[in-house]
């Protein structure tokens, strides 16, 4: 049984060993092409894969040609404006739905569930009419404006809340404190997993954001829209489109290594994944 069970634990790993080559090709393509010539990326030759000359000046070209600083600058606030106001709205209705007694709790929450199965592109015209009225088209707000509420975060927190036992309320209730105390001292810290996890979910989702960003803004623009006009209508610069998608990986990449505890205890306890 020994044996056997070290067989099985050999042939799992090699599994998981090759799933995770697999999943790292596509990255390790675009690095590896951001260094290479436009010829050899789109040689039909399947062995180029290692540049003859690793070329820096594709990242030069496009650091010139694009202000990457002003593009991060923008990325995190749309990523810093969609999580707060995530976490805050939904961490509120969450608890409300959960815990509080209204009239039309149920249909409310019914039309959050009704948001949350139909796509996302039928709120744009809405959206887009609401940011225009307001005159805030072209600014980070207008970015960060669809997040401002979260259908799948109230759903997730409320979720969250119903899972904690009503002693805790009945306690704090006898010990003098009213609704506000009792949910900002009690019982939002108990929650704080789901909150991780809601955010980590916002933070991804407002990074690869492309059509909103194309629509509501012409000058401001985050990482994903800035990339999307380095596409050209009949032909591509691959080395370069590459070079530029490398870089918008940083920021991506260093907020994992700041918060890899985080990301990983998040996602864990959610039960879900990105």
Same mark, same amino acid.
């Given at each position: %049984?020994?044996?056997?069970?070290?067989?099985?634990?050999?042939?799992?790993?090699?599994?998981?060993?090759l799933?995770s080559?697999?999943m790292?090709?596509p990255?390790?393509w675009?690095?590896?092409?951001?260094?290479?010539?436009?010829?050899?990326?789109?040689?039909?030759n399947?062995f180029?894969?290692?540049?003859?000359?690793w070329?820096t000046?594709?990242?030069?070209?496009v650091?010139?040609? $694009?202000?990457?600083?002003?593009?991060?600058?923008?990325?995190l606030?749309l990523?810093?404006?969609?999580v707060?106001?995530?976490?805050?709205?939904?961490?509120?209705?969450? @608890?409300?739905?959960?815990?509080?007694?209204?009239?039309?709790?149920?249909? %409310?929450?019914?039309?959050?569930?009704?948001?949350? %199965?139909?796509?996302?592109?039928?709120?744009?015209?809405?959206? @887009?009419?609401?940011?225009?009225? $307001?005159?805030?088209?072209?600014?980070?707000?207008?970015?960060?404006?669809?997040?401002?509420?979260?259908?799948?975060?109230?759903?997730?927190?409320?979720q969250? @809340?119903?899972?904690?036992?009503?002693?805790?309320?009945?306690?704090a209730?006898?010990?003098?404190?009213?609704?506000?105390?009792?949910?900002?001292?009690? $019982?939002?810290?108990l929650?704080?997993?789901?909150?991780?996890?809601?955010?980590?979910?916002t933070?991804?989702?407002?990074?690869?954001?492309? %059509?909103?960003?194309?629509?509501?803004?012409?000058?401001?623009?985050?990482?994903?829209?800035?990339?999307?006009? $380095?596409?050209?209508? @009949?032909?591509?610069?691959?080395?370069?489109?590459?070079?530029?998608?490398?870089?918008?990986?940083v920021?991506?990449?260093?907020?994992?290594?700041?918060?890899?505890?985080?990301?990983?205890?998040?996602?864990?306890?959610?039960?879900?994944?990105?």
């Amino acid at each position: %049984m020994e044996q056997r069970a070290k067989i099985m634990s050999i042939v799992i790993h090699l599994i998981l060993i090759l799933v995770s080559i697999t999943m790292l090709v596509p990255f390790l393509w675009m690095a590896l092409t951001a260094f290479k010539s436009m010829t050899e990326a789109t040689s039909v030759n399947p062995f180029v894969i290692f540049p003859s000359v690793w070329r820096t000046e594709n990242f030069t070209t496009v650091i010139n040609n $694009m202000d990457f600083p002003i593009l991060y600058w923008n990325t995190l606030l749309l990523i810093a404006g969609r999580v707060i106001a995530a976490v805050l709205t939904a961490t509120l209705a969450g @608890y409300a739905f959960a815990r509080l007694e209204f009239r039309g709790k149920n249909f %409310m929450f019914s039309l959050i569930l009704f948001q949350m %199965m139909v796509p996302g592109q039928i709120y744009i015209i809405p959206q @887009y009419l609401m940011v225009s009225k $307001m005159g805030m088209l072209n600014t980070i707000f207008a970015l960060v404006f669809p997040g401002l509420v979260t259908a799948f975060g109230t759903f997730l927190l409320r979720q969250a @809340y119903m899972g904690l036992p009503r002693d805790l309320e009945e306690a704090a209730r006898l010990d003098g404190c009213n609704i506000g105390q009792t949910f900002l001292w009690i $019982m939002a810290p108990l929650t704080q997993s789901s909150m991780v996890a809601l955010g980590i979910f916002t933070a991804v989702f407002a990074y690869k954001d492309l %059509m909103w960003p194309l629509i509501c803004n012409r000058d401001v623009m985050p990482l994903s829209a800035a990339l999307a006009k $380095m596409q050209g209508q @009949y032909t591509n610069n691959y080395p370069q489109l590459m070079a530029a998608s490398l870089l918008a990986c940083v920021p991506m990449i260093v907020l994992y290594l700041i918060f890899q505890k985080q990301f990983v205890e998040g996602i864990a306890t959610s039960g879900g994944k990105l």
